[in-house]
């Protein structure tokens, strides 16, 4: 069974600053996980994944994420947010057979003018 | 682009009423997903289904039923509600089990 954490429910940053959002999972087969983004009242939009390679990909509007297998970690960054950055934000990994997902609780994030 | 539409948005019903949620998606996917969303829990995967009459059991399917009738329309039934099913529910497509969901805008349940 595969679990996620994500250890920060809030972060509250300005803009312009730099922000990491933790991710960790648990999980014994073949990796896959992603990481989905949901802006209020609206429902969940996919940034990116990582499955095998470069355990750095990049995503849209300037996130990037670092899969690390030592650590069990997917942790996402951005270099500098912006307001319209502020959302919640999911981690999710998927079972071997290809066909759930399990999503981390969220991490909220506020950036302030 | 993607496209998954789901209704109604929001939705009041009484303990042991019968409730039908509706989603489309007009992107051809083969999957399709129901989630539920509460403070706490993030997401949870209720049912799914791999095409038109198929249909899987997700991580919390009590007091829920799903009907894939057509490539495009899933369907989540709650025959008898309870306050426990008051939620935020989101509809999710994908073209393969691999790939990125698209998820429609959620239905909001209250259950009295």
């Known amino acids: 069974t595969q679990t996620v954490s994500q250890s920060d429910a809030h972060v509250t940053v300005f803009e312009g600053d730099s922000v990491e959002l933790r991710c960790n999972y648990s999980?014994?087969?073949?990796?896959?996980l992603s990481w989905y983004i949901q802006h209020h009242g609206r429902g969940l939009q996919f940034l990116l994944k990582?499955?095998?390679?470069?355990?750095v990909v990049q995503g849209v509007n300037g996130f990037k994420a670092e899969f690390s297998k030592s650590d069990s970690s997917f942790h996402l960054r951005k270099a500098s947010v912006h307001w319209s950055d502020s959302a919640v934000y999911f981690c999710?990994?998927?079972?071997?057979?290809?066909?759930?997902?399990?999503f981390g609780i969220g991490t909220r994030v506020l950036v302030r003018p | 682009e993607a496209a998954v539409t789901q209704s109604p948005r929001n939705k009041v019903t009484v303990t042991g009423g019968n409730v039908t949620l509706s989603c489309r998606q007009t992107?051809?996917?083969?999957?399709m997903y129901w989630y539920r969303q509460d403070t706490g829990h993030g997401l949870r995967l209720i049912h799914y289904?791999?095409?038109?009459?198929?249909?899987q059991i997700g991580d919390v399917p009590d007091g829920y039923k799903a009907t894939r009738t057509t490539q495009e329309d899933f369907f989540l039934l709650l025959e008898l509600a309870s306050p426990s099913q008051t939620s935020l529910y989101f509809c999710?497509?994908?073209?393969?089990?691999?790939?990125?969901?698209?998820f429609g805008p959620g239905t909001r349940l209250t259950v009295l």
């Open positions: 999710a990994v998927r079972n071997s057979a290809g066909n759930k997902l399990t």
């Open positions: 999980y014994g087969g073949s990796i896959y």
């Open positions: 990582y499955y095998s390679g470069n355990p």
């Open positions: 999710a497509s994908s073209g393969t089990g691999y790939a990125e969901q698209f």
């Open positions: 992107n051809s996917h083969n999957y």
């Open positions: 289904s791999y095409g038109a009459g198929n249909l």
